[in-house]
T-cell receptor
């Protein structure tokens, strides 16, 4: 089954404790992206990757890191989480990076930073 | 001014009626337009995309695009309670960025 998976689905952590949210897709998609969703603010792009070893900042990259060492995986790293990073996070992938890309979303990771 | 604007709603329609959802965007260079549906606590799922001015129909859904007026709309015919969700409009300028609106909550009432 074609899908985007994220782990963990739920995470409670404390300020400053490094964490990683994994994202994996089995569709051989080139483009992968991370979003956060907050009430009243909608989905905002954090980082995206157009292919292996190619990443770039989205609209809200501060406090986050990503890597793309393999085509299928695109982990999101919070080196020192803060309460304002409490949010619902989605990973997404699409087959190409051009106009009209159709993005497929993972199930989401709900993060609470105390 | 937000790049992609939607009325947050909720928009309430009776079962069987037509639901009309609207979205305006600010970037005249935008090329691709998407409608996603998101149920509470779930991830967005693509309903339709449209590139050209005019209408595009898929089952009970019709997307309408007017680039001159910079708006895109989604019509849902014969609305069902299962259509109750938040509908997200997303716009792409042809590059690598997809910008989302904040979504319109639709409630279909029995």
């Amino acid at each position: 089954e074609a899908q985007v998976t994220q782990n963990p689905r739920y995470l409670i952590t404390v300020t400053g404790k490094k964490l990683t949210v994994t994202c994996s897709q089995n569709m051989n998609h080139e483009y992968m992206s991370w979003y956060r969703q907050d009430p009243g603010l909608g989905l905002r792009q954090i980082y995206y990757s157009m292919n292996v070893e190619v990443t770039d900042k989205g609209d809200v990259p501060e406090g986050y890191k990503v890597s793309r060492k393999e085509k299928r995986n695109f982990p999101l790293i919070l080196e020192s989480p803060s309460p304002n990073q409490t949010s619902l996070y989605f990973c997404a992938s699409s087959i190409s990076t051009g106009a009209g890309q159709t993005q497929y979303f993972g199930p989401g990771t709900r993060l609470l930073v105390l | 001014q937000k790049e992609v604007e939607q009325n947050s709603g909720p928009l309430s329609v009776p079962e069987g009626a037509i639901a009309s959802l609207n979205c305006t965007y600010s970037d005249r260079g935008s090329q691709s337009f998407f409608w996603y549906r998101q149920y509470s606590g779930k991830s967005p799922e693509l309903i339709m995309f449209i590139y050209s001015n005019g209408d595009k129909e898929d089952g009970r859904f019709t997307a309408q695009l007017n680039k001159a007026s910079q708006y895109v709309s989604l019509l849902i015919r014969d609305s069902q309670p299962s259509d109750s969700a938040t509908y997200l409009c997303a716009v792409s300028g042809g590059g690598n960025k997809l910008t989302f609106g904040t979504g319109t909550q639709l409630k279909v009432e029995l």
